[in-house]
């Protein structure tokens, strides 16, 4: 029977098989004739005997079968979800381990996973649990655990199945599937590689970086409940390292619970904090990811991380000035009230020295950038215009004030006023103090009165004194001696 049917002659014994024709194939087979497809026919007639889920066609043609094929049938059979196929197949030697493990887990029927199991399939190559986790097979769960008890000399490289699956849940965020392996046992700590990431090889150490852990993967999504259940321990874990994930995509809640627990912002070599770098870089995401400019709105949940990372003392300290270069570039893609935003957060909190901000907004292409947010920076304490420009900008602001008092006050009228009556009588008719009145005629160059002016001017207009009237001697005399004889008691002066 190892000769090849022709084209027609296939076509016939598949047309009889799909019929149910029994008793025909009996006798095709007592004849002696071959089972062999054509070459240009894929299927073979055992595939579709079992399609048709025809028990006794099945038992009848598999004894005839080639071994590839009746492992090829069990594989239909499997997908099929058909434990008595299966169970025939075997039985007529198909064998267990031809078919993955995980396409036994994948049919979701847990009397076919008992049934691989108890005919020893193999549970580690292709890591069979770990794409029966991800295709969120819960009926794969009881038997995994069955497996660590049964074969505990296995219980390494199927724990490594069970954390790789919870490193992707983690990173999807998907809270019942993280809660379901934690239950079955996984560690959200064990490093590894992500689900569908392959390495390609190298040394050690560029293995070990490309690794990670199911708390890593939790915080670069937005779900605070996920990591919460993997409940990360300050005894335990690098926070830091975790608030330095959590800043990659700006996960503001996560941020904001990782500092509350202790992580710490600043562990750079510099003292300054990898988060806040990493939240910076985030500030044009949304930029080059939509195409479009960088806004106040677009950008909000960057700066509420950024806020929530220098309220907790995290300070902003490029490593060198491709660093500095490359906030610049993202900056000058946005609107210049972004950047007022960000210095006036740094500003507030002391998350940046003074040298720091003024190398920031250094370059002319920045101030030029910064320029109709000129008084908003004033106000911060930031001037950014030259020498030159400052004294442009004074004389301007002299001559405007000089044009607009001129307008006000008459110059030979105020020059009159102030020399004929004192600055507070004339200062009283502008609605001015003395003060007020002094400023203005420096400012339109009007000479006023010295000190001691009016005083000396009061002086002449009150002229000399009046001569002291001369006094009758006799008069003297009598009131001298009534004086005299009153204090002694003596009357006789003459």
Not at 156 to 162: G, K, N, S
Not at 302 to 326: F, N, Q, Y
Not at 474 to 483: A, H, N, P, Q, Y
Request: proline letters at 4%; charged letters at 30%; hydrophobic letters at 40%.
């Amino acid at each position: 029977m190892s000769q090849i049917l022709t084209r027609e002659e296939s076509q016939e014994l598949i047309k009889l098989c799909k019929n149910g024709r029994l008793y025909e194939i009996r006798d095709w087979i007592s004849a002696g004739k071959s089972l062999r497809m054509a070459p240009e026919i894929t299927k073979t007639i055992l595939s579709v005997a079992i399609k048709t889920g025809f028990h006794s066609l099945v038992e009848m043609i598999a004894p005839h079968e080639t071994q590839e094929a009746k492992n090829q049938g069990l594989a239909d059979a499997v997908s099929q979800k058909r434990l008595d196929l299966v169970e025939l197949l075997v039985a007529c030697g198909a064998e267990v381990k031809a078919v993955p493990f995980s396409d036994a887990l994948l049919c979701w029927e847990p009397r076919i996973i008992r049934f691989f199991l108890d005919n020893g399939a193999d549970v580690i190559t292709g890591s069979p649990f770990t794409l029966a986790f991800e295709a969120r097979v819960r009926t794969a769960l009881r038997p995994f655990l069955e497996c660590k008890q049964r074969y505990p000399e296995l219980t390494t490289e199927l724990q490594e199945q069970a954390d790789c699956a919870l490193r992707k849940f983690a990173y999807d965020g998907d809270l019942k599937w993280v809660s379901l392996l934690m239950w079955a046992g996984a560690d959200p700590r064990s490093r590894g590689p992500k689900l569908g990431d392959e390495y390609d090889g190298g040394a050690d150490e560029e293995i070990d970086e490309d690794y990670t852990t199911a708390l890593k993967e939790a915080c670069y999504q937005e779900s605070l409940v996920v990591l919460k259940r993997l409940k990360p321990d300050p005894e335990r874990d690098n926070l830091t390292e975790l608030l330095n994930c959590a800043s990659f995509f700006a996960c503001k809640e996560i941020i904001k619970y990782l500092l509350e627990i202790g992580a710490k912002p600043n562990d750079k070599p510099n003292g300054a904090s990898m988060a806040m770098d990493r939240c910076l870089s985030h500030l044009d995401f949304e930029a080059i990811l939509y195409r479009q400019r960088i806004t106040r709105w677009g950008v909000r949940r960057t700066m509420e991380c950024l806020e929530e990372l220098v309220k907790h003392g995290a300070i902003w300290r490029p490593d060198d000035s491709w660093r500095m270069s490359t906030v610049r570039r993202t900056l000058y893609r946005a609107d210049p009230e972004v950047t007022v935003d960000l210095l006036m957060l740094f500003i507030k909190h002391r998350s940046c020295s003074e040298e720091t901000l003024c190398e920031l907004v250094r370059p002319p292409k920045m101030r030029q950038h910064l320029k109709p947010c000129e008084k908003n920076l004033l106000r911060l304490g930031l001037d950014l215009r030259s020498a030159r420009e400052k004294a442009e900008k004074a004389r301007i602001e002299a001559a405007r004030q000089a044009y607009v008092l001129l307008n006000r006050y008459n110059r030979e009228q105020l020059y009159e006023e102030v020399w004929s009556e004192s600055t507070q009588k004339v200062a009283k008719k502008y609605g001015l103090s003395d003060v007020g009145l002094a400023k203005v005629c420096k400012k339109l160059n009007v000479p006023r009165p010295g000190v001691g002016h009016w005083a000396k001017k009061a002086a002449e207009a009150y002229g000399k004194a009046s001569p002291v009237a001369p006094i009758v001697e006799s008069i003297l005399r009598k009131e001298t001696k009534r004086l005299f004889g009153a204090a002694t008691g003596n009357c006789d002066i003459k």
